[in-house]
């Protein structure tokens, strides 16, 4: 079955970084385009960044560009999402996805607190 694992949440004072991992498996990873949202609390899920299955084409939210990267790994079936210049207000849980024969697959999540 499918399954995403997201890790390397945490809490980072304003201004630093940190690199999210989502580990696939349950599917041939290296031919599907994968996305990664977020969740602040109180509001809705929102797009962050996404990759082609290649990786050969990316895309970002207005807010994360030029600040987070988006990339992937096909041999180890990995997506990254390095996330540099945090704020405040990129706390949230963030949530890697997959859509798998017209079924939307999402992680657990992994929390980012970014606080001084």
């Known amino acids: 079955q499918v399954q995403l694992v997201e890790s390397g949440g945490g809490l980072v004072q304003p201004g630093g970084f940190l690199r999210l991992s989502c580990a696939a498996s349950?599917?041939?990873?290296?031919?599907?385009?994968m996305k990664w949202y977020r969740q602040a609390p109180g509001k809705e899920r929102e797009l962050v960044a996404g990759?082609?299955?290649?990786?050969?084409?990316?895309s970002y939210a207005d807010s994360m560009k030029g600040r987070f990267t988006v990339s992937r790994d096909n041999a180890k079936s990995t997506v990254y999402l390095q996330m540099n210049s945090l704020k405040p207000e990129d706390t949230a849980v963030y949530y890697c996805?997959?859509?798998?024969?017209?079924?939307?697959?999402w992680g657990q999540g992994t929390q980012v607190t970014v606080s001084s």
């Open positions: 990759i082609s299955s290649s990786g050969d084409s990316t």
């Open positions: 996805k997959c859509r798998y024969l017209n079924k939307d697959y």
């Open positions: 349950g599917f041939t990873f290296s031919r599907y385009a």
